[in-house]
């Protein structure tokens, strides 16, 4: 049996937990630079209004007071995702992390106490320990367990095992709104008279890999309760590292776009050391400002010397590049990297014919800025080429909380 742990629209039960004025209420969490909504509490959802709404459409019913809105606190969500997989690892036998807010697991082997009331304590545990509600939810398969965690959250316990036979359940479920089953699959799908989640369960696999291939075929023997025997790893290494961001205002300097990309890859590169990763060149790029949205991209192709995670020389052989992504009087719209050639530290490589085997090391000083970072708070040692001024190019995030689980400075008060 597999458990599927979801909290309940993270982001805002994130902001609940250390503002109490916000239960109940309709709030959303917004997207980069205050964007649209991204994240949408329950109160909000029941207002009818759709996720990807602008926020300028919904100014006025915030001066009202019918609606309220925060910036997207990615720090504070991140430290809540990582508290929430702590209390998972201790309660539960293995845990797969899925996304911020979900992880499957696997349930001690106690069948006195059973999954459901295994689901309640550990719910229990996750609400009194860190404030999150969620729904959990239990079946043979992961695409199973998704399921019965969609169930679990619309029941007041908040948990739900699926019974051993689910027909009755996959039959009122549409075929689109199985996990791994794409909006590109809908027609095919449609076409074949697969339209519910049971169709596509008893379609013949013939079918069903002429429409979505050996991937929707094995959605369909987890549907059978026959579990995946090619799971993804989500802890698998990426293929390439990025690293973006749309301005809070259009930059029109050099200066600014050579700050941003400098500060983007800096994070880029924090996150290819977190995989034990370096990386043999990037593409940088930046997109010019269109009044009406979008807007053309220059771009360049950087390769470093030797294959690096050491973010100064990274910064080296991209500064050459920024010249050629500036034109005077033009106003850009967002700036980013994107990591290539990825290879593991430590890994044999060959740098040409006639060079000796040599070993991909990692760089002593930037696993030593990182754990500073990672004790004192996340940039607080920083490359002077990211810039030392107000630094105007960064996203906009008028309505961001503070960040109490990671900042010493922004704790709670009591009074």
């Not at 709030?27 to 602008?54: H, Q, W, Y």
């Not at 508290?83 to 845990?95: C, G, H, K, T």
């Not at 992880?103 to 320990?129: C, H, Q, S, T, V």
């Amino acid at each position: 049996m597999i458990g599927l742990v979801d909290v309940n629209n993270c982001f805002v039960s994130c902001e609940r937990v250390f503002n109490r004025s916000l239960v109940g209420r309709p709030v959303a969490v917004l997207s980069n630079n205050d964007g649209c909504c991204v994240a949408r509490s329950n109160e909000f959802k029941a207002l009818g209004i759709a996720m990807g709404t602008p926020y300028f459409q919904l100014k006025d019913r915030e001066k009202s007071g019918e609606l309220v809105f925060c910036s997207s606190n990615y720090e504070l969500y991140g430290d809540m995702s990582r508290r929430l997989i702590s209390i998972l690892r201790d309660e539960a036998l293995d845990v797969e992390q899925y996304s911020i807010d979900e992880a499957f697991i696997m349930p001690p082997n106690n069948p006195d106490l059973g999954y459901a009331e295994y689901g309640k304590r550990l719910r229990a545990k996750i609400l009194r320990w860190i404030g999150l509600p969620c729904g959990i939810g239990f079946a043979p398969t992961k695409t199973l367990a998704k399921i019965a965690d969609h169930i679990a959250k619309k029941r007041p316990e908040g948990v739900y095992v699926l019974p051993d036979d689910p027909t009755d359940i996959l039959a009122d479920l549409p075929s689109d709104e199985v996990w791994g089953v794409g909006r590109r699959l809908v027609v095919k799908l449609r076409a074949e008279r697969i339209f519910t989640a049971k169709d596509l369960r008893d379609a013949r696999d013939d079918v069903i890999r002429s429409v979505g291939g050996v991937t929707l075929l094995r959605t369909a023997q987890e549907l059978r309760g026959i579990p995946s025997n090619d799971d993804k790893d989500y802890d698998a290494d990426p293929d390439s590292v990025s690293c973006s961001r749309s301005f809070g205002e259009p930059v029109t300097t050099l200066e600014g776009i050579a700050e941003s990309l400098a500060s983007f890859t800096a994070q880029a590169a924090t996150k290819l050391r977190k995989h034990g990763l370096l990386a043999a060149g990037c593409n940088v790029y930046a997109q010019i400002f269109h009044s009406g949205g979008g807007g053309d991209f220059l771009g360049r192709t950087v390769m470093f010397p030797t294959p690096t995670d050491a973010t100064n020389e990274m910064l080296k052989a991209i500064r050459e590049e920024v010249d050629a992504l500036y034109i005077p009087g033009t106003r850009y719209r967002k700036t980013g990297v994107v990591f290539f050639g990825l290879e593991k530290v430590g890994s044999a490589r060959q740098l040409d014919l006639f060079s000796p085997v040599e070993k991909a090391e990692a760089s002593p000083l930037y696993k030593a800025i990182d754990a500073l970072n990672k004790r004192y708070g996340k940039g607080k040692v920083f490359s002077a080429a990211e810039g030392l001024g107000d630094r105007s190019w960064k996203m906009k995030r008028g309505k961001l909380s503070k960040r109490p689980t990671t900042r010493w400075d922004e704790l709670m008060v009591v009074r």
